[in-house]
């Protein structure tokens, strides 16, 4: 019984990383009044699933797609085996960006210093690199912030 409880806790550390992201761009959408649906989408052992969040919208900068990954490592987040089934996605994932207008991002959180957000370019770069580096800054895609900056 106990062995099953530690189980359930330990996968939700993940789910609890993809409510953050979620909460925190919910958090931005209200403080900034704009109009956007963002959710989570339910993971399921037996389907493949993409993305972990979709933040759907009318306006062009919040139609987002984005893929969450954590490690322990305070640094570095290495392409390991469970990021290389990702790479097989990969092309994948890109016709479905390509096909549907979203813009992609991946969010690592590392360790538990901090958080980085990746734009379609920097993935591509960190996979022919191998890792990707923790930059720190921070949970909201790039893209919200730059809105920001203009208006």
């Known amino acids: 019984m106990l062995k099953k409880i530690v189980r359930k806790s ?5 789910l609890n990383f993809e ?9 931005y959408l209200l403080k900034k009044k704009r ?9 399921s052992k037996y389907t493949s699933q993409h993305f972990d969040i979709l933040c759907d919208s009318k306006e062009k900068d919040l139609y987002l797609a984005i893929q969450c990954k954590s490690t322990k490592n305070e640094k570095v987040l290495y392409v390991t085996s469970h ?4 790479l097989k996605k990969y092309e994948q994932i890109l016709n479905i960006i390509l096909n549907s207008g979203r ?18 370019d920097e993935i591509s770069t960190g996979l022919k690199e191998g890792k990707f580096i923790n930059k720190n800054n921070g ?13």
């Open 35 to 43: 109009l956007a649906y963002c959710y989570r989408l339910k993971q």
């Open 10 to 14: 330990s996968s939700l550390k993940g």
């Open 139 to 151: 949970i909201l895609p790039q893209l919200l912030i730059n809105a920001d900056s203009e208006s």
């Open 83 to 86: 990021v290389k089934n990702q």
């Open 103 to 120: 813009a992609y991002y991946l969010v690592c959180k590392f360790g538990k210093i901090g958080y980085s957000t990746y734009d379609a």
């Open 19 to 27: 409510y953050l992201v979620v909460k925190k761009i919910k958090e």
